[in-house]
């Protein structure tokens, strides 16, 4: 343990060079508030700090089950939003070992940027065992990265199953991503990740039974969608980025709706 | 602060798709309770050295079966210094003739990690490593 003058002293500096755009800095203050616990009090204080007077960013879920394509879909929306001229930041969670508390994060297996864009930053985080598909303090680096000044915040969710809905609470659009034949008609009809969705690409496209999954998903939402209308559904081909433009429109769309809803 | 995962970068450098070494590697320090960032084949130095810098690791390991570390380490270890994190110890792992290891050491590799090395060693070095990567940056 340390005295705590010094880690004041220590958040104080990083405070500091994270404010001057020190991208080392925003690195090792995400891993102090992932690590939590002993000091997840001074962190939050210094987040209000740190946030203030900031634009928020749009914060974009990417949820689905595991390989359904998030990753991918993730590096196809970091690709699309730099041509666009917009900076963004994508916070990948994987799941940690319940034994071991280890994880292998893989995500930027699939991820690919030019290291010497600034506009970018990618963070791997484990859930160390939290439920809900994200980490315990996922809100809190999710502000980190807002308040560094991403114009936009993505947040890949771990493999999800039917009912890891953090990413409702902490994205302001969730997109659920699923695969053609993924399941007949009443896999959706279960209660959960459908609710929460408010874009659903179907990804993988190119495969036989792409139409068929986007038009049972469409009735499915026609029936449940009432007087608000449906969730938008679009096929698309993250490993090419076929559709993902018309994916991020729906994006902007979803997003205007609900700071219209939600007051 | 008090307990948290090791936090690991495993990379493979420049043009060598041998990657089963690293895949093991990856698992058994998985298992040893770390967080391994497992960025795939065919990493440029500073790809390596960016990941580094925005994952925070404590280490990183690159496995090199391609006979090309003499002039791919030192690229690694400038890009992390560019990086700011020069301080971070690197592992290489993978085929290098004995003859290399002491110039690798110079350049400021920490471990050198040949073939026949057991997992438990190649677990215990990270650990020795981060412990001291950590206490370094804490002062």
Same mark, same amino acid.
């Given at each position: ?29 995400? #891993?102090?508030?992932?690590? *939590? &616990?002993?000091?997840?009090?001074? %962190? /939050?204080?210094?987040? @209000?700090?740190?946030?203030? +007077? ?18 991918t879909l993730a590096a196809a929306l970091i690709r ?8 963004v930041a994508l916070l990948a969670c994987d799941p940690? #070992?319940?034994?071991?508390? *280890? &994880?292998?994060?893989?995500?930027? %297996? /699939?991820?690919?940027? @030019?290291?010497?864009?600034? +506009? ?144 | ?139």
């Amino acid at each position: 343990m340390k005295d705590p003058a010094s880690q004041a002293d220590r958040l104080r500096a990083l405070a500091e060079r994270f404010r001057a755009g020190d991208r080392r800095a925003l690195a090792q203050l995400i #891993s102090l508030t992932d690590d *939590g &616990a002993d000091h997840s009090a001074e %962190i /939050r204080s210094l987040l @209000d700090t740190l946030a203030a +007077g900031k634009r928020s960013a749009l914060k974009v879920g990417i949820t689905g089950s595991a390989g359904a394509g998030k990753s991918t879909l993730a590096a196809a929306l970091i690709r699309h939003r730099r041509a666009a001229g917009r900076s963004v930041a994508l916070l990948a969670c994987d799941p940690a #070992s319940p034994i071991t508390g *280890g &994880a292998l994060l893989g995500d930027r %297996i /699939r991820i690919e940027y @030019d290291p010497a864009d600034q +506009g970018v930053f990618v963070r791997s985080i484990a859930t160390r065992g939290a439920a809900g598909g994200l980490p315990p303090n996922a809100d809190a680096i999710v502000r980190l990265l807002e308040a560094f000044g991403y114009d936009e915040v993505l947040i890949e969710t771990v493999g999800a199953g039917q009912d890891q809905l953090a990413i409702r609470g902490v994205a302001d659009v969730v997109v659920l991503v699923v695969t053609p034949s993924a399941g007949d008609e009443v896999q959706w009809q279960k209660a959960g990740l459908l609710e929460i969705a408010d874009v659903i690409a179907v990804n993988k496209s190119d495969l036989p039974g792409a139409d068929a999954t986007a038009a049972s998903l469409r009735e499915m939402l026609d029936i449940s969608g009432g007087d608000a209308g449906r969730q938008p559904v679009v096929k698309i081909t993250a490993a090419t980025g076929q559709g993902v433009d018309e994916l991020w429109g729906m994006v902007e769309i979803a997003r205007r709706t609900r700071s219209r809803n939600t007051p | 602060m008090t307990d948290r995962p090791i936090r690991v970068v495993l990379a493979k450098l420049g043009l060598d798709g041998h990657d089963r070494g690293i895949r093991v590697v990856a698992r058994v320090l998985r298992d040893a309770g770390m967080e391994v960032i497992y960025t795939g084949l065919w990493q440029t130095a500073r790809h390596v050295a960016r990941a580094v810098a925005d994952e925070d690791a404590d280490t990183v390991g690159i496995s090199l079966l391609s006979g090309a570390h003499l002039t791919l380490v030192p690229d690694l270890i400038d890009a992390l210094r560019a990086e700011g994190v020069g301080h971070v110890p690197v592992v290489i792992g993978g085929i290098v003739p004995d003859g290399d290891v002491p110039v690798l050491e110079k350049m400021g590799v920490a471990r050198v990690l040949g073939p026949g090395t057991t997992l438990e060693r190649i677990v215990g070095s990270f650990r020795e490593l981060a412990a001291a990567s950590r206490a370094g940056q804490r002062r």
